[in-house]
């Protein structure tokens, strides 16, 4: 074909780019199928470029939507308000509570609040029971989301004796203070705590 009848460099370079849509781009183009797979593609139109920037910017996005990310930032939020309430109530120090909070969304669903805790002074069954308590109702009353589910896990030592100090591990969950199982739902803490402070007007 002489250069004359030869198709402008953009529309080679849609043509060469739209073949390798769908298809898995390595990090290292030397490594891919042991050198023997097709060449990667080289797009010399600025036009062309920028086209595929905004579309795989598009496709990004929409991908986020479909699998939302953890919000790393609002867990450790929530963590903060579940030590703070332990700390006013029971006096910890930072050494005896440790707390981890992961918050999961997902389309359709009420989010899920995972709290794990760790203390490590021995106590009574009563305040195990009642920390776990202080945690679910502080994560069902929080101020960003609701309704969520709430499941908590408490590991504590337990003291036996007042005069003799006798202390073994101890786990305490929601199923503990009297839900249904270790996940507290929504419908539940509704009617163990009324209606949640973000929505006062939501009900099951």
Request: with cysteine; net charge positive; hydrophobic share 40%.
């Amino acid at each position: 074909m002489s250069p004359a009848m030869e198709p402008p460099r953009w529309r080679q370079d849609i043509h060469h780019a739209a073949s390798f849509i769908g298809k898995s781009v390595p990090v290292n183009k030397s490594g891919w199928s042991g050198g023997q797979g097709p060449p990667l593609p080289e797009v010399h139109s600025r036009l062309v470029q920028r086209v595929l920037a905004v579309a795989s910017v598009g496709v990004g996005a929409l991908t986020r939507r479909l699998h939302p990310e953890r919000r790393s930032g609002r867990s450790e939020r929530f963590r903060w308000l579940i030590v703070q309430a332990m700390r006013e109530r029971w006096g910890f120090s930072a050494h005896d509570v440790d707390v981890e909070v992961r918050v999961y969304e997902s389309f359709g669903k009420p989010a899920l609040i995972s709290i794990d805790v760790g203390v490590a002074v021995a106590g009574s069954t009563d305040d195990s029971r009642a920390m776990v308590e202080l945690c679910l109702k502080k994560a069902w009353n929080n101020p960003e989301i609701a309704p969520v589910s709430v499941r908590v896990t408490l590991r504590s030592l337990e003291e036996s004796n007042a005069s003799v100090r006798t202390v073994a591990p101890q786990v305490t969950t929601a199923h503990s203070v009297g839900f249904a199982d270790e996940t507290a739902r929504p419908a539940e803490l509704y009617q163990r705590f009324g209606a949640p402070a973000f929505d006062p007007s939501w009900r099951p």
